[in-house]
C-alpha cells in the first residue's frame, strides 16, 4: 500500500481526533489510493503517454479492479500530484488545445465510473493551467474562456450523475457491483464496463464506454445483458445536449446475448442507463380504467339484480 506523507498525516490526525473524543471519527480502514505510484497503477502515466503507445500500456487501467473491493478505497487526485513540476492535470495530457481537453475529459469519466470513493483537487474541475501553489488563489479568472468553463459544467455533470445513481456509490456487493464488458481492446485502447446496483436484472445500472485515442469509431459495437432501449445520459462532447438512445440488438458481443451499436468520436467517453424495469403487480392506467369500467357496470348489474329480486319478493 502506497501512502503520500500528508496521507499518513491526515490519517494519524483522524485516528488522535477518535482516541480524543472516543468516538470512530473515520474509519481508519479507508485508504488513500494513490493514482501515481502502485496504487491504480499509474493512472496519470497512462493519462500521459501519447495515444499511440496506450495499447501497449492498457493493463495499467484495468489490474486496480482486481483488488479494488479488498479494502474502502479513496481514488485520490490530491494537491501532491498538481505541485513540484508535476504540472496541471491539464497540462499533464499529451497533445494541444483540443486534445488536452478532451483527454482529461475521458480520464475524469473513467474515474467516476472506477470503483472506490473520488477526490479531485480544487482548481482540476475547470482545468488549472497553473501548478497549484499556497502562494496564490485559483485562476479562477480563467472561467472567462469557453474551455475552461465547459470542463467546469462537465465535471459539475459528472458530479450530479454520482448523486443521482446508486450504482456509482453503492458498493455493499463487493466484485458484484462492477463488471467489465470489453477489458481487452488494448489496439483501440476503449475500456468498456457496467456499474452494479444490489437489485436484480441489473436494474438501474449505468455502463461506461471510454475511448483513449483520437480515431473515430463509427461502427464500435459494445455488449449489454438485456434487451430493450439504453439511454445515454453524458458524454464528453461539447455542446452536444441531444437525447440518443441505443436499441439493443439480439446478436451476441463482448461475451453479451446483446449489443449496441455506439459510433464513438475522438477521445469520447459515453455514460449510458440501463432499461428501466417494470415493477410486477403494477397495472398501467389504461388497465385501471377498464378495471373501474368492469367494476361499475358490475356494481350496476348487481343493483339491477337486486332491486327485481326485492320487486318478485313483494
Known amino acids: 500500500m502506497y501512502y503520500t506523507i500528508e496521507g499518513k498525516r491526515v490519517l494519524g490526525i483522524l485516528y488522535i481526533a477518535g482516541l480524543i473524543t472516543g468516538t470512530l471519527f473515520f474509519n481508519i480502514t479507508i485508504k488513500m489510493?494513490?493514482?501515481?505510484?502502485?496504487?491504480?497503477?499509474?493512472?496519470t502515466?497512462?493519462?500521459?503517454?501519447?495515444?499511440?503507445?496506450?495499447?501497449?500500456?492498457?493493463?495499467m487501467m484495468t489490474f486496480a479492479m482486481s483488488?479494488?473491493?479488498?479494502?474502502n478505497y479513496i481514488l485520490v487526485l490530491s494537491h501532491d500530484e498538481v505541485v513540484h513540476l508535476k504540472c496541471s492535470m491539464l497540462n499533464k495530457m499529451p497533445g494541444l488545445g483540443f486534445d488536452k481537453y478532451a483527454n482529461l475529459k475521458a480520464g475524469y469519466a473513467f474515474m467516476m465510473g472506477h470503483a472506490g470513493k473520488k477526490l479531485l483537487f480544487m482548481g482540476q474541475e475547470f482545468a488549472q493551467l497553473q501548478e497549484w501553489s499556497e502562494k496564490r488563489s485559483l485562476d479562477w479568472y480563467l472561467l472567462d474562456e469557453p474551455e475552461h468553463k465547459d470542463m467546469q459544467e462537465y465535471v459539475k455533470?459528472?458530479?450530479?450523475?454520482?448523486?443521482?445513481?446508486?450504482?456509482?456509490?453503492?458498493?455493499?456487493?463487493?466484485?458484484?457491483?462492477?463488471?467489465w464488458i470489453n477489458a481487452d481492446d488494448a489496439d483501440r485502447s476503449i475500456f468498456s464496463f457496467i456499474r452494479k446496483t444490489t437489485e436484480q436484472d441489473n436494474k438501474n445500472s449505468v455502463g461506461f464506454v471510454c475511448n483513449f485515442t483520437p480515431m473515430e469509431r463509427p461502427d464500435y459495437c459494445v455488449g449489454v445483458p438485456k434487451p430493450g432501449t439504453y439511454k445515454r445520459i453524458v458524454t464528453t462532447e461539447s455542446g452536444d445536449t441531444e437525447t440518443v438512445k441505443y436499441k439493443a440488438i439480439a446478436e451476441p458481443c463482448d461475451g453479451k446475448p446483446y449489443r449496441l451499436v455506439m459510433p464513438l468520436r475522438p477521445y469520447e467517453s459515453v455514460i449510458f442507463e440501463f432499461p428501466k424495469v417494470a415493477k410486477k403487480g403494477i397495472k398501467t392506467s389504461k388497465a385501471k380504467k377498464e378495471t373501474k369500467t368492469s367494476k361499475t357496470v358490475k356494481t350496476d348489474k348487481e343493483a339491477k339484480t337486486s332491486k327485481t329480486t326485492k320487486t318478485k319478493k313483494k
Open 33 to 43: 489510493q494513490v493514482f501515481k505510484v502502485s496504487d491504480f497503477l499509474d493512472f
Open 45 to 59: 502515466e497512462y493519462m500521459k503517454l501519447d495515444p499511440y503507445f496506450r495499447k501497449d500500456n492498457h493493463h
Open 157 to 179: 455533470k459528472l458530479l450530479h450523475i454520482y448523486k443521482k445513481y446508486p450504482a456509482l456509490y453503492t458498493e455493499t456487493k463487493g466484485y458484484g457491483a462492477f463488471e
Open 67 to 71: 483488488y479494488a473491493y479488498s479494502e
